[in-house]
């Protein structure tokens, strides 16, 4: 995961809360890919450090386990960039700009200079970064499968060209429940409509408060529908049963306001936050168990990328 910045309830929903599954079926590693990030911001890194601590914190928040799983920072293990170089020497430049998200981003981010060698090549660090482990699957969305695709092409060539050294991963999809912004958008730190998992209680309460609902529902005695409403999406998640069975019956009769059922709403959501609260609260006293955690995260990382690098370059005779 890039540390672009905090992170919001859409980010603990579809991804974290599946890592935090994975841990317990799988050997995981959980890297901060940072030198990612530098492939569309590399023209102001002031904030990077900040977002890698923020981002660490956050994972151990919310329940990512380092007796579990290895938790590591991508910069730390060079590895990733050697193997990454070893690749761009077999990998054809059109499987590059054949990538769809190389031109939609491009155009996504059009006040960025991005027609740079580093970007161009991002799927083909991704790929180094999912091989040295020998990984057998990568938890992903559905927008970055081609990715996988490309990562699955690379091992082949390389295991044609040289010798069978690595597993042709696959991507490891999961139903992800819809959990839009607060304006209904797709949650997303750019649209200003998130919920972080930094907000204090009246922050997020507030955010609550003025969140869009259904749009055809304008006066209190209107009959509204749930199907449409964000509100609703949010319940289906945080609410027991029986509230949504209520908010379901009684927003069509309209015997409940707005008002009303988001405060339930926000009832059902604050005490899932508390726990991630306290838990960031005793990482920001102690920031040196963060360290503690990279560092082991780390080392057992490069280890295992130390041994698969050896065995690469026997395999290619360098
Ligand atoms: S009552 Fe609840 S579900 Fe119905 S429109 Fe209002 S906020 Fe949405």
Redesign the pocket.
């Known amino acids: 995961m890039q540390p672009s910045g905090i992170l919001h309830l859409g980010n603990l929903l579809g991804a974290l809360e599946n890592w935090k599954r994975l841990q317990d079926q799988y050997e995981c590693y959980f890297c901060v890919a940072d030198w990612h990030a530098l492939s569309t911001n590399y023209a102001d890194t002031r904030q990077i450090q900040e977002n890698i601590r923020e981002m660490l914190i956050n994972w151990l928040a919310v329940g990512l386990d380092p007796q579990k799983c290895t938790l590591f920072i991508q910069s730390k293990v060079s590895e990733h960039a050697v193997l990454h170089l070893l690749f761009s020497m077999i990998v054809p430049i059109p499987w590059l700009e054949r990538n769809p998200t190389y031109k939609e981003q491009q155009q996504e981010l059009s006040n960025r200079d991005l027609s740079t060698y580093g970007f161009l090549g991002y799927p083909v660090l991704q790929a180094a970064d999912i091989l040295i482990y020998k990984a057998h699957y990568v938890p992903v969305g559905v927008d970055q499968l081609p990715h996988i695709e490309l990562t699955r092409e690379i091992a082949r060539r390389f295991n044609n060209l040289y010798k069978e050294v690595f597993p042709i991963p696959e991507g490891l999809l999961t139903e992800v429940p819809k959990l839009p912004g607060t304006d209904g958008r797709k949650m997303s730190k750019s649209y200003q409509n998130a919920i972080y998992l930094s907000d204090p209680e009246p922050v997020i309460r507030e955010k609550i408060r003025t969140m869009v609902?259904?749009p055809a529902?304008k006066r209190r005695q209107d009959p509204?529908n749930?199907d449409v409403?964000p509100?609703?999406d949010y319940h289906k998640i945080y609410s027991s049963q029986a509230v949504i069975d209520q908010?379901n019956r009684e927003?069509r009769t309209a015997e409940?306001?707005?008002i009303d059922?988001?405060k339930l709403m926000a009832d059902a959501l604050i005490p899932r936050m508390i726990p991630i609260w306290d838990k960031r609260q005793e990482l920001l006293d102690h920031p040196r168990r963060v360290e503690e955690v990279v560092s082991a995260g780390t080392e057992k990382a490069q280890k295992k990328a130390r041994e698969s690098l050896e065995e690469i370059k026997e395999a290619m005779k360098i």
């Open positions: 609902t259904d529902r509204g749930p409403c509100v609703f908010v927003c409940i306001g707005c059922c988001k």
